[in-house]
């Protein structure tokens, strides 16, 4: 026998274990199962027409889900106090082409921090583009006041990634997202580095979270999976859009995320805790002239992540004395033993990536020291990392 739904206003560690475990969903195990469907078969023509009336609860047809993706956006969506719903989607990618289509339209434009995820600009300078949608990117440390001076007649959406992807600077993201609301301009924010659990972002104000869940709320690193997470006020846009593009995530992979969900809590702990052993060992090496970890009190944005946010997650840059050249960093690389090289992180493994954000900035030139590594500190021991680290600095 299962019970009801636990009542109170729950810590967050707590939602991650209760979330989403209906027992209608659940039908008395602890995990909603794999329910996998097209077809969905009603006891007669009253019944379906009845479903009918409900596009967002209930069985209906496949494209709309089962309890196993109605379990893990309901545990999701506890995470976000303030959010209305959460719909899933195939990869991190698509819930964020998804969230921009519903908040834009032709004529209108965008305003994208410089520091986002390359594949966004990707949307914005192809799909967003060919649609007459304009992009502005604007410089990731800009304030409040400096950010709604570029708000125009035309600008529609604002979209922030805080820390940003490969250097990692901290924005304002309640006061541009004040800023934004008081102009009546939506805001978006990719909230993968933090999740909701270090930074729950529609209570700081944003209109639209997105996840790439393949990161950490998969967290082992087997999974394609997004996530947006909306108020009220931006649902039904973001739902109609979402069904228009017939988007629809694979039980197998939402039971998978749901799953990883449930450790989310200790494993960003750990992340964290690594991450920063491992930052300030690095900080100290002679052949490492700067570490971009938005903990460290030198990094862009400091201030901001120290009022805002409840702690770090495990991935950093590092920035290598100007003297060493790419075949040293190449050398570096591949060098180490326990970090592997590819793309994607989040997962329970370490991994090392060459970075080089001065081919993609455009709003303001990138004037990074040396060239750059991004490290994701995974769950091993950090002295065994921090001793593979040594071993491949010293083969440069
Ligand atoms: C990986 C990533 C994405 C995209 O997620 P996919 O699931 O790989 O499509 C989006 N934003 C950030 C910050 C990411 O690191």
């Known amino acids: 026998m299962s019970k009801g739904r636990p009542s109170g206003d729950l810590r967050p560690a707590t939602k991650l274990v209760v979330g989403g475990r209906r027992p209608e969903w659940t039908n008395g195990v602890v995990n909603a199962p794999v329910i996998h469907a097209s077809t969905i078969l009603f006891d007669s023509v009253a019944a379906l027409r009845e479903a009918e009336t409900h596009p967002d609860r209930g069985l209906y047809y496949g494209r709309r889900g089962t309890p196993t993706q109605w379990s893990l956006a309901e545990a999701l969506t506890d995470l976000e106090p303030g959010a209305e719903a959460t719909l899933l989607y195939p990869s991190g990618v698509a819930a964020i082409s998804t969230a921009l289509l519903s908040v834009l339209k032709p004529g209108d434009e965008l305003l994208m921090v410089d520091s986002t995820y390359a594949p966004t600009r990707f949307i914005c300078d192809g799909l967003l583009k060919s649609i007459g949608v304009t992009t502005r990117y604007y410089d990731p440390s800009l304030g409040a006041a400096d950010v709604a001076a570029l708000f125009g007649d035309r600008t529609c959406a604002l979209f922030l990634e805080s820390p940003g992807s490969l250097t990692f600077e901290v924005q304002d993201v309640p006061g541009l997202c004040a800023a934004a609301r008081a102009a009546g301009v939506v805001t978006l924010l990719d909230n993968t580095w933090a999740t909701p659990l270090l930074f729950p972002a529609i209570g700081h104000g944003v209109d639209l979270t997105i996840l790439a869940a393949t990161k950490y709320i998969v967290g082992h690193s087997d999974v394609m999976l997004g996530s947006v997470t909306a ?8 739902r109609r ?6 988007h629809s995530v694979a039980p197998d992979d939402a039971y998978l995320a749901a799953r990883g969900l449930r450790t989310l809590g200790v494993r960003l702990k750990a992340h964290g805790e690594n991450g920063l052993i491992v930052a300030r060992w690095l900080a100290d090496q002679p052949q490492v002239a700067k570490v971009l970890h938005p ?3 030198d990094c862009p944005g400091h201030a901001l992540f120290a009022r805002d946010f409840a702690g770090a997650s495990g991935l950093f840059t590092i920035l290598l004395d100007p003297a060493i050249d790419d075949a040293g960093r190449v050398r570096f690389v591949d060098t180490l033993e326990l970090f592997g090289i590819g793309f994607s992180w989040g997962g329970f493994e ?6 080089d954000p001065e081919s993609i900035r455009t709003a303001r030139p990138w004037a990074g020291a040396g060239l750059g590594v991004r490290l994701h500190i995974g769950l091993e021991d950090p002295a065994d990392l921090i001793a593979d680290l040594g071993r491949a600095l010293a083969a440069i």
């Open 231 to 238: 108020t009220a006020a931006r649902m039904p846009a973001l």
């Open 295 to 297: 903990a460290l009190p």
């Open 241 to 246: 859009m979402t069904t228009q593009l017939g």
């Open 350 to 355: 370490s991994l090392a990536l060459p970075i």
